[in-house]
């Protein structure tokens, strides 16, 4: 069973920064696309921005210039560092992964953690 560690988290004035981490507990699979995801209190969980094996990444339009995803040395762990940070970036924030192995892919998420940015 994969689990996926996230860290990084906290409390954090405006126009402050954090960075987020997420570290697979294995690496036997292979990981095919690392993304980070946020779910605001009262709203549905969004997607804020990914990262495939190649490299390519892909923000939400509410991120870009602000936030970058990144791919560890180690291959099983994901970054996202958060930049000039707002308000409305308050949400609880979790890494997902999808891998594979052979023919078989599996999607695996992160327990989530607490971003709280005040005015």
């Known amino acids: 069973q994969v689990q996926l560690v996230e860290s990084g988290g906290g409390l954090v004035q405006a126009g402050g920064s954090l960075r987020l981490s997420c570290a697979a507990s294995?690496?036997?699979?292979?990981?095919?696309?690392m993304g980070w995801y946020r779910q605001a209190p009262g709203k549905q969980r969004e997607l804020v921005a990914t990262i495939t094996s190649g490299g390519s990444t892909n923000y939400a339009d509410s991120v870009k210039g602000r936030f970058t995803i990144s791919r560890g040395d180690a291959k099983n762990t994901v970054y996202l560092q958060m930049n000039s940070l707002k308000p409305e970036d308050t949400a609880v924030y979790y890494c997902k992964m999808l891998m594979s192995q052979d023919i078989y892919k599996y999607e695996y998420w992160g327990q989530g953690t607490q971003v709280t940015v005040s005015s």
């Open positions: 294995r690496s036997t699979f292979s990981i095919n696309t």
